[in-house]
């Protein structure tokens, strides 16, 4: 049986025992995650969602955290007097071993979803923040001022 889940704003088609190497997520290494947005299932049948699979999930477990190639930039600008610029970027990644496909049963499956670093973040901001702000007094208008003078 196979999936195709989306996570880290990429596709993966997985199955289980495949190793993937996904966009940064928050989890240590021997942590188990779930993925829940499952755009497709396969096997004897074939399942598509629309837009996910209800009720599918894709388990797996945290290997480590590594860092992909480096990718190097270089800026070059023309004519005389002009600048160059060297620049790398090494991308963290997450490596990830698939262990279970589920096909039904992923809310009763006791295993804590796959978050991103910044939907992390994101979220422990908006915990963070009060419900309703304080409504801030309305100042009045020159005309309104003078007329109650």
């Known amino acids: 049986m196979f999936a195709v889940l989306k996570t880290g704003g990429k596709q993966y088609k997985v199955q289980a025992g495949?190793?993937?190497?996904?966009?940064?997520?928050?989890?240590?290494?021997g942590d188990?995650?779930?993925?829940?947005?499952?755009?497709m299932l396969g096997g004897d049948t074939l399942t598509v969602?629309?837009?996910?699979?209800?009720?599918?999930?894709?388990?797996?477990?945290?290997?480590d955290t590594i860092k992909a190639d480096k990718v190097i930039t270089y800026h070059k600008r023309r004519r005389k007097h002009s600048s160059q610029r060297t620049r790398g970027h090494r991308q963290q990644l997450t490596l990830l071993r698939v262990t279970e496909v589920l096909a039904s049963g992923a809310d009763t499956s006791g295993v804590?979803?796959?978050?991103?670093?910044?939907?992390?973040?994101r979220s422990a901001h908006d915990a963070a923040a009060p419900a309703?702000?304080?409504?801030?007094?309305?100042?009045?208008?020159?005309?309104?001022?003078e007329a109650q003078e």
């Open 112 to 121: 804590k979803e796959a978050i991103g670093t910044a939907s992390a973040r």
């Open 132 to 145: 309703e702000a304080p409504a801030k007094p309305k100042r009045a208008s020159k005309k309104a001022a």
């Open 18 to 29: 495949d190793v993937l190497r996904v966009e940064l997520l928050a989890a240590n290494a």
């Open 32 to 39: 188990k995650v779930q993925f829940n947005e499952i755009l």
């Open 49 to 63: 969602g629309a837009p996910f699979v209800a009720g599918a999930a894709v388990q797996a477990e945290v290997i």
